[in-house]
């Protein structure tokens, strides 16, 4: 079975552009979840959806951060304007269920760097 | 926010050699979980525990959770080259968050 997929793996931008990243969760799995994860700060939570809809989104740093899930296999997170402090790796995992007993399958990941 | 510390941040050791890394926290956790992460990928789910005192073994890797549910240490018996990687623990309340550690990165040498 294919795990969680991300594209793409890696995207290099200019500041100011707009960036579209792209996950598609593990089929059956009812939650899906966008972190962040840097050197400085770690792998933050910026957003969850629970059946395509947006639960907790505390974690998103700022406006210029939007997440949609259209239906149940797809999700995408853009930046817009990018910024050079945006550069990160973006992981998109899956659950079957949310909450402390339940394992998340993580995708491998988008490498950001905005120049 | 929960706030989860792990020492060390770095390790690095020879291959045979022991280890304990740790995972601590002022707030009391319905669960902790422990996650292996290799250099390209996402991070993957070693263990759950979810009792105070309780010890769970994985081949090499034994995982405690603190009696009080604030922390959590990660043992490795004769450590391979393999076991490299980043190591998270992720702890989880009622709600349906899990906040991460910022981790500890082993190495083990050959």
């Known amino acids: 079975d294919a795990g969680v997929i991300q594209s793409p793996r890696h995207e290099v931008t200019e500041m100011g552009q707009e960036v579209t990243l792209r996950c598609k969760p593990i089929?059956?799995?009812?939650?899906l979840f966008w972190y962040r994860q840097t050197m400085m700060r770690g792998l933050e939570l910026l957003i969850y959806f629970n059946n395509n809809v947006p639960i907790d989104d505390s974690g998103m740093p700022e406006d210029r951060f939007s997440a949609k899930m259209p239906n149940a296999s797809f999700s995408t997170l853009k930046i817009q304007p990018s910024e050079p402090r945006d550069s990160a790796v973006y992981f998109c995992?899956?659950?079957?269920?949310?909450?402390?007993?339940?394992?998340?399958?993580f995708g491998p990941g988008t490498r950001l760097t905005v120049l | 926010t929960q706030l989860l510390e792990q020492s060390p941040q770095f390790l690095s050791i020879q291959e045979g050699e022991n280890l304990t890394v740790y995972c601590n926290s002022s707030s009391v956790f319905s669960s902790l979980q422990w996650y292996r992460q290799e250099p390209g990928e996402g991070p993957v789910l070693l263990v759950t525990v979810v009792t105070g005192g309780e010890v769970k073994k994985l081949k090499r890797l034994t995982f405690q959770f603190g009696d009080a549910r604030k922390d959590s240490s990660l043992h490795i018996t004769a450590a391979q080259p393999g076991d490299t990687g980043l190591y998270l623990c992720a702890g989880g309340d009622n709600n349906n968050d899990m906040r991460f550690g910022a981790g500890t990165r082993l190495t083990v040498k050959p």
């Open positions: 995992a899956s659950s079957v269920r949310a909450g402390y007993y339940n394992e998340q399958f």
């Open positions: 089929s059956g799995h009812d939650y």
